[in-house]
């Protein structure tokens, strides 16, 4: 089956959409000329929960590094934080990882949807349009009870942007268009984005585009199966009343049809390319009052997440389609017992399944599934001015079900529960400096395996279900516009799943920020360093598939400045590693060092209202690396997914 770009359609979009904002200037409405601040503080400030003691660690993803990413990918998003790391150089193979650890471990909601995030585990679980977001928020380790089911490590939270976001005061009816080119691989996308509201009712609608060819490393070498070809789009409702009482509903669907390497997350090999088509697709249905008052203030989210993979091409191997899905329930209710201090008590549901079809499985048919229901409630309060606590706890049942085609063809079924709980404390010894911990327990059962390895033996009798421990201890000082933090970490796995065995896991490390604030720009210095093992071993990427990844010393530098007479943003960024020597079955082997810069500047002509020009060059340097969070950098006989090299990237935006 053959699968064609069309770049050159694209392209001769991007140039129509150019015109098109140079003879509409006149009817762009008029925005706020407020610099897009790179400071996550004032993203925490939006959060309704923002000074929780559970939030105290948490990430906040900021506003310029959220619209920087609208037409790059993940880990465009998380440049800035070094404790997120992104490798995988394509979205569909980008693997993410959190202090050291796969966000296969993480709770994951997208408009309070759970995520499955089990896939072929040479391709990301974790592909999103950020095109669509309006927030981002990593809980890192200690997450609370209302997080939801197997939160072994934190969860991730995102939401899509909603017509209040897109309208500026007195629109009805806005939107935005966007169009963005690079020059290594020729990509070309284009977005738009359609808002109205009108007595309370409110839409949102939202497609984009994106066709290229093959991208080049630093050194010139092609970069087989790098090609984009993806469609998105977001159709989302919503309904207020006076009282406050808000329904929405949101679907989002991401397309990715394309050749790929044999392996997606490796560079060019002998194995050649296939046709992989890649579908993922997010459904929710929410209910909330957003007074937040009293002690009767229920919120119900139903949802239906998933991600098909086909290589339909694929006449070896004989696989022709894996599914992954997840339906879940949450009800709950938050408890007002003043301002300060809440109570939220509820009930999950969670069906997951994970399934593959080709012609090795007897009768053609693999899968495995799970049904998890679990009660949970997270107090968050204040008992004094100064002193910050939240405690949780949830109980969670199990039921597991695997086909078992080898050795014998059976099902197998068992049934797992245990109890969860975490506490988090935050305590300002003075007014600009604070102290945090938190902990947690945390019950995961028996997750699902990894559909594209169903052709292996499958022997449940030696799994048992899993447990997590995170512990985080931190500090944050806050002298007139500097922001500096500091915290320890430590992630501990006992009887996680590999396959048809389990194993323990850890990841531990440190993780310190700085941030400094002036009249017109910002800067931000973020370090990380994680140290994973493997039943207490140093291990290399191929032994923490799945669990997490060899990262080390991990360096993040951005700054902006904004230049008000000449209505010019400018601004750039630099990503570093350190040599790391890898462990377990590549002992031996270096994970070599890089540093990598990045600029940027962005222009607003003035005469055109809501519009802004932005050119980047991405890899200024031509640096050959590859991230260090990329799936077998220490590998021999494999080509590694190398990043691309030199980029230039050029991006309009209308704003309308």
Known sequence: MAIQTDALRARLLCGTALTLISVLPATAQEREGDVISLDPILVRQQDEKGNAADRSSSVYVADAELERA?????????????????????????????????????????DGVSQNNRVFHHLSANAFDLGLMKSVRVDPGVAPADAGPRAMAGRVVMETVDAEDILTKGQSVGGTARMSYGDNGGT?????????????????????????????????????????NMTAALLKLGYESEQGHRLEFSAQQIEDEEWRNDKPNFGPSSGGTYAYLIKRYNYSLRYENVNNTGLWDPAVTLGYSGTDVDRPND??????????????????????LSDSNKITAGVDFQNRKTSISGSWVTPDFASEESDNIGVFAQARLEPTARLNISAGMRYDWQDFTGYQWLPTDSIHTSSHSGASGNLSVTYE?????????????????????DSFEFWLTRDYSGLRPSRAQNIIIGADWTPGAWTISGELFKTKFDDARDGTTVVDFESQGVNIGATYGWGSGFARLS???????????????????????????????????????????????????????????????????????????EYTPPAWNGVSIRGSINNLFDETYADRATYGGEFTGFQTMNEPGRNFVVEAVMKF
């Open 315 to 336: 006449a070896w191997a004989g696989f022709t389609n894996s599914t992954s899905r997840t339906y879940s329930l949450v009800l709950q209710n938050e408890f007002h």
């Open 527 to 601: 370090y990380a360093y994680s140290d994973a093992t493997l039943d207490g071993a140093p291990s290399s990427s191929f032994d923490l598939r799945d669990f997490g990844a060899p990262l080390g010393h991990v360096l993040s530098v951005e700054v902006q400045q904004e230049l008000m007479q000449y209505n010019t943003l400018l601004g750039g960024s630099i990503e570093a590693a350190a040599s790391y020597d890898a462990g377990g079955s590549y002992a031996g082997k270096e994970l070599p060092s890089y540093v990598v810069a990045n600029v940027f500047a």
């Open 70 to 110: 609208r037409m790059g990918d993940v880990k465009d998003l998380f440049a800035g934080i070094a404790s997120v790391s992104v490798g995988g150089a394509i979205p569909v193979a980008q693997k993410i990882f959190v202090n050291g650890v796969d966000m296969l471990n993480l709770a994951i909601q997208v």
């Open 429 to 449: 010894v003075t007014d600009d400096f604070s102290l945090r911990a938190g902990y947690s327990n945390v019950f995961g059962g028996l997750d699902l395996g």
């Open 188 to 228: 070309a996308q284009g977005s738009l984005t359609l808002a109205g509201e009108s007595n309370g009712f409110e839409i949102v609608a939202y497609a984009k585009r994106a066709t290229g060819d093959n991208f080049e490393d630093g050194d010139g070498t092609e970069m087989t199966g790098t090609a984009a």
